[in-house]
C-alpha cells in the first residue's frame, strides 16, 4: 500500500514537472520577437539553410544564362550589358538580417553601413558563375544598387571578393540623390543596350514601380509586366525584406512591431474552421 501510494505521488509529481517543463518551452518571451521580426528568423533561416532557395536561384541565373546566349545571337548597334541589383541578387546580407530579427531590431542605416562595412558577405547561388560566364562572352556587367556613397569601397572590396566582373568604380552605381534606379539605368543606355535585368526587389526593373507603392497597384504593374519575367527580368528570392514590406503597411514607417503584427494578421488569408 505505501509502495502504491508513493508510486502514484511519484507520477503525480513527474507529470507536473513535465507540464511546467512543456508549458516553459512553448511560452514566449516577453521581450522576444515580434511575429514580424519572427517571420525574418524564417525567413533567414529559409535563405541560409534550404535546398529549395538555393534550387529557385540557380533556376533563375541558369535561365538568364539561356537568354544571354539567345541575345548574343541578334544583332546589336551597341555592346550588350546586363543590369543587376547587389544585395539578395548577388551578395547574400542574410546574417545581417537574421542578428537584427533575433535582437527585436528594426532596420537602421547605423547597423546596416556596420554590417557592409565588413566587406564578408557571402554569395547568392547562381550569381558568380553566371555573372563570369556573361563577361567571358563579352557582356559588361553594371551594378545598380541603392547602397550609398560612403559605403563605395568596401561594396568593391565585398564584390572582388569573389572575383565578380566589372567591379569597378566605373560599372558600381550607387545611390546618390534618389532611391529610383530608373536614371541610372539611363546612364547605362547610352553607352550599352541592356539585354537583361537581374534583382530582388521589382523597382530593380521597371520605372512603373516607383510610382505605383501601393499593394494592389503593384500586383497590378507585375500582371501587365507579366511577359517581362523570365525574359528580359530575372528576379531572386528574397522574403526577408522589400518593396513589399511597405506595401503591406501602405508605406506607413513610423507603425511599431505590434502594429505591424496587427496589420499582417488583418490581412493573411486564414482557414476559418
Given amino acids: 500500500m505505501k509502495k502504491s501510494l508513493l508510486a502514484l505521488i511519484t507520477g503525480s509529481l513527474f507529470i507536473g514537472a513535465c507540464s511546467t517543463v512543456s508549458k516553459m518551452a512553448v511560452a514566449p518571451k516577453a521581450d522576444g520577437p515580434s511575429i514580424t521580426n519572427g517571420g525574418k528568423v524564417w525567413a533567414s533561416a529559409w535563405q541560409q539553410r534550404s535546398a529549395e532557395y538555393k534550387a529557385l536561384c540557380f533556376q533563375a541565373y541558369n535561365l538568364a544564362k539561356i537568354r544571354i546566349d539567345e541575345a548574343l545571337k541578334q544583332p546589336a548597334d551597341k555592346p550588350l550589358a546586363v543590369v543587376t541589383d547587389i544585395d539578395e541578387t548577388v551578395l547574400d546580407n542574410s546574417p545581417y538580417d537574421a542578428m537584427r530579427a533575433l535582437n527585436n531590431q528594426d532596420y537602421s542605416p547605423a547597423t546596416w553601413k556596420a554590417w557592409t562595412a565588413k566587406a ?6 547562381g550569381a558568380p558563375s553566371f555573372f563570369k560566364y556573361a563577361a ?18 568596401a561594396t568593391i572590396k565585398n564584390l572582388q571578393k569573389y572575383g565578380m566582373p566589372n567591379a569597378d568604380n566605373v560599372h558600381l552605381f550607387l545611390r546618390q540623390s534618389s532611391s529610383s534606379k530608373e536614371s541610372r539605368r539611363l546612364q547605362v543606355l547610352q553607352s550599352h543596350k541592356i539585354i537583361l535585368l537581374c534583382g530582388d526587389n521589382l523597382p530593380d526593373f521597371d520605372v512603373l514601380y516607383d510610382n505605383h507603392p501601393a499593394e494592389q497597384n503593384r500586383l497590378a504593374v507585375t500582371e501587365r509586366l507579366h511577359n517581362e519575367f523570365g525574359n528580359r527580368y530575372i528576379i531572386i528570392p528574397n522574403a526577408a525584406y522589400g518593396d513589399f514590406e511597405g506595401a503591406l503597411f501602405n508605406n506607413n514607417n513610423k507603425l511599431t512591431n505590434a502594429q505591424k503584427d496587427s496589420t499582417i494578421r488583418s490581412k493573411v488569408k486564414v482557414d476559418k474552421q
Fill in 136 to 153: 567571358s562572352k563579352g557582356v559588361a556587367v553594371f551594378y545598380i544598387t541603392n547602397r550609398e556613397e560612403d559605403e563605395r569601397a
Fill in 120 to 125: 564578408i558577405a557571402d554569395t547568392v547561388p
